[in-house]
């Protein structure tokens, strides 16, 4: 199965401050189709994930524009270029190139100083 | 709406079976692949396996293959999991999802306490 390891484990941010997550992937996740299956979620405290983006950086309806995906092949990044209040929770990477078993990161808590 | 709805809180013995439901509205279940996802307290995501849209077709992870089952009835729009001989570790929330390599829209979660 492919690893998928995120860093940091938890993301003390000031409010109005960047914050910025990494998702390393133990094999590349460029498809055979082109394309890269590679999703962030985020849960809030007491809720079911949500998706925010897919394919590394296509944002979902409704998402705010300061976050933003990016990276290829093993590397990506989730960024938040100004943390707001309403972020806090866990952020999560997944994998569905390799949907023999989709595998998710082990998630990246985010909250205020 | 499109939103999934799944069935209520379960408290089980264990060695005894579970079956959850996940029931879609605002779109017809037939035309999408469903995921399961559980997650137990305080810690990350699982994927746990995926049925076809046409409902034929299942795929687990190793770790619950010959332990659960998923089924669709479609004139229910509904969508079922059923994981038999229960152990405590697998006290956990699960999820449906919608999707097929990027999981899209997830229900509210159903609580599973397995507990003697």
């Known amino acids: 199965d492919v690893v998928m390891t995120q860093s940091p484990l938890s993301l003390p941010v000031t409010l109005g401050q960047p914050a910025s997550i990494s998702c390393r992937s133990s094999?590349?996740?460029?498809?055979?189709?082109?394309?890269?299956?590679l999703n962030w979620f985020q849960q809030r405290p007491g809720q079911s994930p949500r998706r925010l983006i897919y394919?590394?950086?296509n944002r979902d309806s409704g998402v705010p524009d300061r976050f933003s995906g990016s990276g290829s092949a093993t590397d990506f990044t989730l960024k938040i270029s100004r943390v707001e209040a309403e972020d806090v929770g866990v952020y999560y990477c997944m994998q569905g190139t390799h949907w023999g078993t989709l595998t998710f990161g082990g998630g990246t808590k985010v909250e205020i100083k | 709406q499109v939103q999934l709805v799944q069935s209520g809180a379960e408290v089980k013995r264990p060695g005894a079976s579970v079956k959850v439901s996940c029931k879609a509205s605002g779109y017809l279940l037939a035309s999408y692949y469903i995921h399961w996802v559980r997650q137990a307290p305080g810690q990350g995501l699982e994927w746990m396996g995926i049925?076809?849209?046409?409902?034929?077709?299942?795929r687990f992870a190793q770790k619950f293959q010959g332990r659960v089952t998923m089924t669709r009835d479609t004139s229910t729009n509904t969508v079922h999991m059923e994981l038999s001989s229960l152990r405590s570790e697998d006290t956990a929330v699960y999820y449906c999802?919608?999707?097929?390599?990027?999981?899209?829209?997830w229900g509210q979660g159903t609580m599973v306490t397995v507990s003697s």
């Open positions: 999802v919608r999707g097929d390599r990027d999981l899209e829209i």
């Open positions: 394919k590394v950086s």
């Open positions: 094999q590349s996740l460029v498809d055979s189709d082109g394309n890269t299956y």
């Open positions: 049925i076809d849209p046409g409902g034929v077709r299942t």
